[in-house]
């Protein structure tokens, strides 16, 4: 009401155009665009509360977990590994900075801000790679700080209850620990490719968890002959192939660098074709 | 760097619809060009082309002598006013404005210029999710001029605008085309157009209907007349006639149509006749356009269907009735 009386009361146009910028165009270039969807992103409510619940939810799950295993449990089975244990509360950053990864793109289609977008930046390539940059490095320094955060709040209070606990500077955990951090943007990214081809933030989200939680929910039911040739070739086993597979083993495990070309095919045709549609498609 | 927009032989099907059908005209700089269709016609449809949203299927859209989407400096050469709704409910004004400056390498500056001058200073920190369709245009408006440009294609400008907020608009336009810039603006209702374009260009189904100046379709519309008032009005009507002007005998006044005013005057002046009123009535542009799209169809070259020139003058012109 308020904002609607006030803009009546400033109906009149002020005189001219000035300060006008001259006669010469400065060309706009990747830089701006880069810029322009930070600006996007850093301005919005909403992204603040996707990463910032990512990040406080994986910690208090980590927190919570430990401390019930720690007031609960008498005796510690041999193959408890204080490492893996810490990173438990690692699934909400991946749902939420997937959920974020989703939304940069699928937001542009839900009220046609998308057409705002291209006619400011026509070069499409620019907006899809400024996206892609921005989710890529968000995500890698918000999950390397969560991935360390769980770890050292996770080890503090195993040792709090006097339980076994590791260090940054085992080797083990330090590939781990920064190891799910840096592959961090992977789903974020797949939901960001989804988000463009879906066009709908509810489809894109779907489709990235499902990508994400499909394979984990039905994947132990398979065979073992489906989890050795089947299961190893998803990309969520290829990322774990890098990640967990030197301290947690399993048949549909690759060694590290197999995962790491299985998860990256993987990435490129998602992301490629998502890249494909977005400069031919009439936006 | 010609600042005009150019279609040559434009066609956009989707699927098996055809919106656009070989559609070529140019868009001038220095006055405002209405474009005119109604809804359906493929007005929208043509202004995504021009800004590289949509691809046409056939034909080029030159926009300042290239592709739009080749453009070094896009916001500084064009700004458009698509969907005036386009905008992240989230976002306050002067955000929205941030990152579209940012994108464009545009001056901070200028998000305060432009606030400024569309009157939504006051209303800079508030999101845009609060906002009626009146201030979305204006925010819409702001955005398109943040680059100074000089094409600015508007779709639609006045749809939720109060009677003031189109007086505002109206005279807006008209002083960015006296600045030289190249104006463009859509509706689907001629009365619309009458006091704000120098010139309309009418689509029906895709096609082009007319490509006119209104001074000139006023001019050669049968229904603009001259008045005569003269006491030796009988003279002065067989003086007329024997010049070649058709003259109907009114109660009072002669009404003349095929002669200007100003030679009326001057033969009635070398023959001493007494005046005492000549004024020229120039026909509404709805009457004007009604009137071309009945008679002669070989106005424009390529003249599509008359079923199809029919129902889109009666569109434009009919109910008044906006949707």
Same mark, same amino acid.
């Given at each position: 009401m308020t904002t609607e009386a006030m803009s009546l009361t400033a109906a009149t146009p002020a005189a001219g155009l000035s300060p006008s910028l001259g006669s010469v165009a400065r060309p706009a270039r990747f830089v701006n665009t880069l810029a322009a969807e930070w600006t996007k992103l850093a301005t919005l409510r909403a992204t603040y509360l996707t990463l910032g619940l990512g990040v406080v939810l994986s910690?208090?799950? =980590?927190?919570?977990?430990?401390?019930?295993?720690?007031?609960?449990?008498?005796?510690?089975?041999?193959? !408890?590994?204080?490492?893996?244990?810490?990173?438990?509360?690692?699934?909400?950053?991946?749902?939420?900075?997937?959920?974020?990864?989703?939304?940069?793109?699928?937001?542009?289609?839900?009220?046609?801000?998308?057409?705002?977008?291209?006619?400011?930046?026509?070069?499409?390539?620019?907006? !899809?790679?400024?996206?892609?940059?921005?989710?890529?490095?968000?995500?890698?320094?918000?999950?390397?700080? =969560?991935?360390?955060?769980?770890?050292?709040?996770?080890?503090?209070?195993?040792?709090?209850?006097?339980?076994?606990?590791?260090?940054?500077?085992?080797?083990?955990?330090?590939?781990?620990?920064?190891?799910?951090?840096?592959?961090?943007?992977?789903?974020?990214?797949?939901?960001?490719?989804?988000?463009?081809?879906?066009?709908?933030?509810?489809?894109?989200?779907?489709?990235?968890?499902?990508?994400?939680?499909?394979?984990?929910? !039905?994947?132990?039911?398979?065979?073992?002959?489906?989890?050795?040739?089947?299961?190893?070739?998803?990309?969520?086993?290829?990322?774990?192939?890098?990640?967990?597979?030197?301290?947690?083993?399993?048949?549909?495990?690759? =060694?590290?660098?197999?995962?790491?070309?299985?998860?990256?095919?993987?990435?490129?045709?998602?992301?490629?074709?998502?890249?494909?549609?977005?400069?031919?498609?009439?936006? | 760097m010609n600042d005009t927009i150019e279609l040559h032989d434009v066609t956009k099907r989707y699927g098996d619809t055809l919106a656009v059908d070989h559609l070529s005209f140019t868009v001038r700089p220095g006055i405002v060009t209405g474009f005119l269709g109604p809804n359906g016609a493929g007005k929208t449809t043509t202004m995504r082309m021009m800004l590289g949203l949509d691809a046409p299927s056939d034909g080029a859209v030159m926009v300042n002598g290239q592709t739009y989407r080749k453009s070094p400096a896009p916001m500084q050469e064009v700004g458009a006013l698509l969907d005036a709704k386009a905008a992240h409910g989230g976002h306050t004004a002067h955000q929205h404005l941030r990152w579209l400056a940012a994108a464009g390498g545009i001056p901070q500056h200028r998000i305060a210029a432009v606030l400024d001058l569309v009157g939504l200073s006051e209303v800079a920190g508030k999101r845009v999710g609060g906002f009626s369709l009146g201030m979305y245009q204006r925010l819409g408006i702001a955005a398109a001029l943040l680059g100074d440009p000089r094409i600015l294609p508007f779709d639609e400008p006045v749809n939720g605008l109060d009677p003031e907020g189109i007086r505002w608009i109206r005279s807006l336009l008209q002083r960015l085309a006296a600045e030289g810039r190249t104006i463009f603006?859509?509706?689907?209702?001629?009365?619309?157009?009458?006091?704000?374009?120098?010139?309309? $260009?009418?689509?029906?189904?895709?096609?082009?209907?007319?490509?006119?100046? $209104?001074?000139?379709?006023?001019?050669?519309?049968?229904?603009s007349h001259v008045r005569v008032v003269s006491p030796q009005a009988t003279a002065l009507a067989a003086l007329l006639e024997r010049a070649g002007a058709k003259v109907t005998n009114g109660d009072s006044a002669l009404t003349i149509t095929g002669m200007e005013a100003k030679q009326i005057g001057s033969l009635a002046a070398e023959h001493r006749i007494e005046l005492q009123?000549?004024?020229?009535?120039?026909?509404?542009?709805?009457?004007a356009f009604m009137e071309l799209t009945k008679g002669s169809l070989d106005y424009q070259a390529g003249v599509p269907n008359s079923g199809t020139i029919r129902e889109t003058a009666h569109a434009l012109v009919g109910t008044g009735n906006r949707s």
């Open positions: 910690i208090a799950t =980590t927190a919570l977990v430990c401390l019930a295993l720690g007031s609960t449990q008498k005796t510690w089975a041999a193959d !408890f590994n204080p490492i893996t244990t810490s990173m438990v509360g690692n699934i909400w950053a991946l749902i939420l900075f997937s959920v974020f990864g989703a939304m940069v793109m699928s937001r542009e289609y839900s009220g046609g801000l998308i057409r705002l977008t291209l006619t400011a930046t026509p070069r499409r390539g620019r907006v !899809f790679g400024a996206k892609l940059i921005l989710v890529t490095g968000i995500i890698l320094g918000f999950g390397l700080l =969560t991935t360390v955060a769980m770890f050292l709040v996770g080890q503090a209070v195993l040792g709090a209850y006097g339980r076994p606990v590791a260090g940054l500077g085992d080797a083990n955990a330090r590939w781990m620990v920064l190891g799910l951090g840096a592959v961090m943007p992977f789903f974020p990214l797949v939901g960001l490719a989804l988000g463009g081809l879906l066009r709908s933030t509810a489809g894109a989200i779907t489709a990235v968890l499902g990508f994400l939680w499909l394979p984990v929910i !039905f994947g132990a039911a398979l065979p073992l002959w489906a989890r050795q040739h089947v299961m190893n070739l998803l990309p969520g086993n290829g990322l774990d192939s890098i990640t967990i597979n030197h301290v947690e083993h399993s048949p549909s495990f690759s =060694t590290p660098l197999v995962g790491a070309v299985i998860a990256g095919a993987w990435l490129a045709v998602i992301v490629g074709a998502a890249y494909l549609t977005f400069l031919r498609r009439d936006a | 603006l859509s509706s689907h209702l001629m009365s619309e157009m009458e006091e704000t374009a120098d010139h309309i $260009i009418v689509i029906g189904r895709g096609r082009l209907i007319a490509d006119a100046s $209104i001074a000139e379709l006023t001019r050669r519309s049968a229904s009123e000549l004024s020229t009535q120039r026909a509404s542009l709805e009457v």
